[in-house]
């Protein structure tokens, strides 16, 4: 079985200290690569490479949707995650709807952190299971895809989706229906096909949205 490309870590900080104090911590973590550590989005685009996998993690004084606007626009391609205070729906939502893939605690523990920067790196979304749900749920209130599907989902599309809504990763997916993650990431490009989805984001939020999301 191939093996996946370690994840690219970008590392945006405000200030140098935090920039290499995160490098420092990150760059002995298994599955990861630090290329690079920025102040300002100005910088980014000429850190991205060509491997598909690449995270830019955010550590800012404050979360700034506007930020994470910039860097959606500057690197469409990478996963964008959040360093937060604590897991508050009032700040979370504004990060999701601005384009960020996740976010992660300060009080975190290191391997959490490692673990969503890979998550975001294959664009899933990384939060906790505790707050997953509740902010997928405000999300699908205010959700723009339409209700119509293009054809119908087959059954183990609707098992697949159904772990998707409550925020679970490819490989807990996988490990909850006993099928190879390569086979989870099939069965979620066909749904996303079938939802007219441009992100994980959006086939979540519908999944909410249509009751995929509720505890069986």
Known sequence: MATRPPTQLIILASTALYREAWRALLSDQPDLVVIGAVAGVSEVGALLGSGPQ???L???PTSQPDRA???KSAAPEAGLLFLIDSYQLK???PLLQAGAMGCVSRDDSVADLARAII???RSEIALPPHISGRALAA???GGTLSDE???PLSEREMEVLHLLAQGLTNKDIAQTLILSVRTVEAHLRSIFGKLDAHSRTEAAVWAVKHGYGREE
């Open 139 to 141: 999300l699908a209130r």
């Open 69 to 71: 606007r910039q860097l």
């Open 91 to 93: 700040e979370i939502l």
């Open 54 to 56: 690449t995270t830019i």
């Open 149 to 151: 599907l293009t054809e």
């Open 119 to 121: 998550a975001v790196g």
């Open 58 to 60: 955010v550590d800012l």
